[in-house]
């Protein structure tokens, strides 16, 4: 296998530094600031001015909708390695990725669409996501289960004639407190004594639907993540045409599995660039602050974990880079230990070396004057998201104990 960028991935990834040198981290201030008047103004919830202002820039310079593969509908769409590179720089500023389209759970639920959607789903829906148009959610976790078990899900998906009524509540529907959200992927039990990974499907929900509430913001460790936002949602009596139902009764597992696979690796992509800011960060601390008597980059504590930093770093660039490369090669299903991988082992990674960086930022680290406690707060909240350590770490040692299974003697 080889990871050396085409000329074609290279010259995006010189744009794409270019752009954030010019337009992202001169703007990292000000996003926040304008977050902060709109909640002084009483309402956080409305889409910021410099993302709306920023896209168009993106979409000129053919920085969008890079992350959708094989998909004729965004021919620019990148395979998972050649996206890799591209997505790290992303990830490096938390609000970046939607000024390029390609934000989660949109990016999830576009790639949910192309692969598993009907044409008439695809021109209703995916057109106008991959146009920047409007956003989405996708509502799965259930506040009441163990969700990490996707058996669990209560929510109920009943056929009435022509129509699917759901009934359910779900809760860190994350992107549902944008006002342009207008679609919701909804998992549900069409079957519950089914067996198990057959008792689920997944439908297309308008978000405007009757019987849809918008119960309460979930902050994560104290940010409202505005105006994207994580809500939980109750779903009463809620019905769409069976024309809304994706790929077929029973299919929601298979789909979730399909989904995340990609959603997944996104996620560590970009956490490996959360990282390498992190670390740049630390590094330029480091050598402009002085504590008894030198600068604090000669004190050897943290030589060791400058070093560790970048050991870390560059083993999980290279175990998403190998997923990447099984995705694109022998497919999603095949690669699923490597995507448990690299699950397991980003956001573990990441979640240290930015919290080695908070230590040597001292005061400052922990406040809003440099981007760190933010980081901390995402990274750590993605050893749940999409399942959690201990799934994934399951899923490893299950494959892993397969391969050495014990031959009887003959």
């Given at each position: 296998m080889h990871f050396s960028h085409t000329?074609?991935?290279?010259?995006?990834?010189?744009?794409?530094?270019?752009?954030?040198?010019?337009?992202?981290?001169?703007?990292?201030?000000?996003?926040h600031r304008e977050i902060q008047q709109n909640r002084a103004a009483g309402n956080a919830w409305i889409p910021t001015r410099i993302i709306e202002e920023l896209k168009p820039r993106a979409r000129e310079l053919g920085l969008w909708n890079l992350f959708l593969p094989q998909s004729p509908r965004?021919?620019?769409?990148?395979?998972?390695?050649e996206y890799a590179p591209l997505c790290e720089i992303?990830?490096?500023?938390?609000?970046?990725?939607?000024v390029f389209n390609c934000s989660a759970p949109d990016t999830g639920n576009m790639e949910t669409i192309e692969r598993y959607?009907?044409?008439?789903?695809?021109?209703?829906?995916l057109e106008p996501l991959l146009a920047g148009e409007m956003r989405s959610a996708f509502l799965m976790t259930e506040p009441e289960v163990a969700s990490?078990?996707?058996t669990n899900i209560q929510c109920s998906i009943r056929r009435d004639g022509s129509d699917?009524?759901?009934?359910?509540?779900?809760?860190?529907?994350?992107?549902?407190?944008?006002?342009?959200?207008?679609?919701?992927?909804?998992?549900?039990?069409?079957?519950?004594?089914?067996p198990g990974h057959r008792q689920q499907s997944m439908v297309l929900v308008p978000a405007d639907s009757a019987g849809i509430r918008v119960i309460r913001h979930l902050p994560v460790f104290?940010?409202?993540?505005a105006p994207h936002g994580h809500m939980e949602i109750e779903l009463h009596d809620v019905r769409v045409p069976v024309e809304n139902l994706l790929l077929g009764e029973g299919r929601g597992f298979e789909i979730a599995q399909g989904r995340l696979g990609p959603g997944r690796i996104h996620h560590c992509m970009r956490i490996i660039g959360a990282a390498e800011r992190a670390l740049e960060l630390l590094c330029r601390r480091v050598q402009s602050r002085v504590a008894f008597g030198k600068p604090i980059s000669e004190h050897s504590v943290w030589h060791e974990r400058i070093a560790e930093s970048r050991c870390m770093i560059d083993q999980a660039r290279l175990l998403t880079l190998n997923a990447a490369y099984m995705m694109d090669t022998v497919g999603n299903k095949v690669a699923r230990a490597q995507i448990a991988m690299i699950k397991v082992v980003a956001p573990n990674m990441a979640g240290q070396i930015i919290d080695w960086a908070i230590q040597a930022h001292g005061g400052a680290g922990v406040s809003d004057d440099f981007p760190l406690a933010y980081l901390y707060a995402g990274i750590r909240t993605l050893r749940i998201a999409d399942g959690p350590d201990e799934v994934h770490r399951s899923t490893i040692a299950r494959l892993e104990l397969a391969r050495h299974t014990l031959r009887p003697a003959a």
């Open positions: 000329a074609k991935v290279e010259s995006l990834r010189t744009e794409l530094t270019r752009f954030f040198d010019q337009w992202i981290y001169p703007n990292e201030v000000a996003f965004a021919a620019q769409g990148l395979t998972n390695l992303m990830g490096r500023v938390p609000w970046a990725p939607e959607g009907s044409e008439a789903q695809k021109d209703r829906w990490s078990d996707a699917y009524v759901i009934n359910g509540r779900k809760w860190y529907a994350s992107g549902a407190g944008d006002p342009r959200c207008a679609l919701y992927i909804v998992m549900g039990k069409t079957d519950p004594d089914g104290g940010y409202d993540d």
